[in-house]
């Protein structure tokens, strides 16, 4: 770990805390199946989250995963 970047070092005592006590050290933000775009881009606005896991049913298994990439790439496609 000497010759690692601090980003890098941060990543792994955040992993192996989660290992530990497992809990995710960032909260986790989620939107339905059925979610309108608009909806999915004024929640990530509103939590200043980098992606929301898309679930079928509330407390259910991700179905997928919207990414602020993904939203930049449809943006920039219409605009």
Request: hydrophobic residues 50%; contains cysteine.
């Amino acid at each position: 770990m000497l010759w690692s970047t601090a980003k890098r070092v941060i990543k792994v005592i955040e992993q192996v805390q989660g290992m530990i006590d497992g809990q995710d050290r960032y909260p986790v933000f989620d939107v339905y199946l059925h979610s309108t775009f608009a909806h999915c881009v004024g929640k990530m606005m509103a939590t200043r989250a980098h992606r929301l896991w898309i679930v079928d049913t509330a407390g259910g298994p991700p179905v997928g995963v919207i990414s602020l990439t993904d939203v930049m790439a449809i943006v920039k496609r219409f605009a």
